[in-house]
């Protein structure tokens, strides 16, 4: 069983950026798939990106496509979001998930998802 820690959020300007990053533990983090979601206040649980076992495999929702990119490092047992040109509508409390999956697989709803961080919140002012 793996634990997801999110860090990196906070407040930022429209326009600019900021990089959340996950810290899993407790397990093989190389055989898991890890997807990134947000949800805004009454707003369904939204697929920002996903992220193969190996990192080959990536996709990213409409809304974030040319601005988000997400990375991973099995080394180091930790994954990434690098959000650049940041706008109002990303203002969301971001979560980290992860998945026991076979190779190139990449889940974009969340119950596909079997382990979830806390969230970080992420405030873009305009």
């Known amino acids: 069983q793996v634990q997801l820690v999110e860090s990196g959020g906070g407040l930022v300007q429209v326009g600019g950026s900021l990089r959340l990053s996950c810290a899993a533990s407790?397990?093989?983090?190389?055989?898991?798939?890890v997807g990134w979601f947000r949800q805004a206040p009454g707003k369904e649980r939204e697929f920002v990106a996903g992220?193969?076992?190996?990192?080959?495999?990536?996709y990213y929702g409409d809304s974030v496509k040319g601005r988000f990119s997400i990375s991973r490092d099995n080394g180091k047992n930790t994954a990434g979001l690098q959000m650049n040109s940041l706008k109002a509508e990303d203002t969301a409390v971001y979560y980290c998930?992860?998945?026991?999956?076979?190779?190139?697989?990449?889940?974009?709803?969340?119950?596909?998802?079997?382990?979830w961080g806390q969230g970080t919140q992420v405030t873009v002012s305009s």
């Open positions: 998930a992860a998945v026991r999956a076979r190779s190139g697989y990449v889940a974009k709803t969340p119950d596909a998802y079997d382990y």
């Open positions: 992220i193969s076992m190996s990192g080959y495999t990536k």
């Open positions: 407790g397990g093989t983090f190389s055989l898991y798939a």
